[in-house]
């Protein structure tokens, strides 16, 4: 009976795994769409293939610097941005990366982020008010470094699908990349240290209880 329990308290022990602990890492979208109506100035700044948002690659702080190739931007209106995730994900920040010139042409916008299970229904998870400001004006071809991010956190998301709501704070409004971050628990199938312990003191146990056994007598001829 003894010897019963220690097998069975080793196979418990056996199917105990580690959980990691939660940690910041970059949640990407599988996909992402919105009203795709070209809006042109200079040049024109639509993203067909959607993948400009989403693709890593910084604009300047300078919109017109690389002829606004990087840029997705509309003008004279609001546009929602939706995007789709893997499950099991929790999105906690999304940054939004924008660029202004002047209050009279490209300003940043003001920001809000829903969630939604089925993509029919959304809730308001985080929002953000940027108040028109000249302090936020960058020359339209400055070159010195990547535009500016806007950061919308504290959303603990865990639906699958996100709409981001840009709220136009003036006659332009630029996007060259939206990305998010969030936390997500890993299961590890390795015992933990004190699991392997466990183990091999029970596995000790076992083989002593086995050498301590009498040997089975040998029946003889009467």
Known sequence: M??????????????????????????????YSFNQATDCGTWCYSDPSFTKLTDGVRGRAGWAVNAGTEWAGWTD??????????????????????????LSDVVLPSLEVYSSVDGLIYSLAGSLSVPPSAANNKNAFDN???AGVLTVGGLNITAPRVMIQVTANGPWTFTDEISFTGTAASTSGVPEPGTWAMMLIGMACVGAMLRR????AVPTAA
């Open 144 to 146: 010195s470094a990547p």
């Open 213 to 216: 056994r009498p040997a089975a």
């Open 2 to 31: 003894k010897l019963r329990r220690i097998l069975g308290a080793l196979a418990a022990a056996a199917a105990v795994t580690s959980v990691a602990p939660a940690s910041a890492a970059s949640i990407v979208p599988l996909s």
């Open 77 to 102: 209106r609001s546009i929602s941005l939706f995007f789709n995730f893997a499950p099991g994900q929790t999105i906690d920040t999304v940054l939004f990366g924008s660029t202004q010139d002047n």
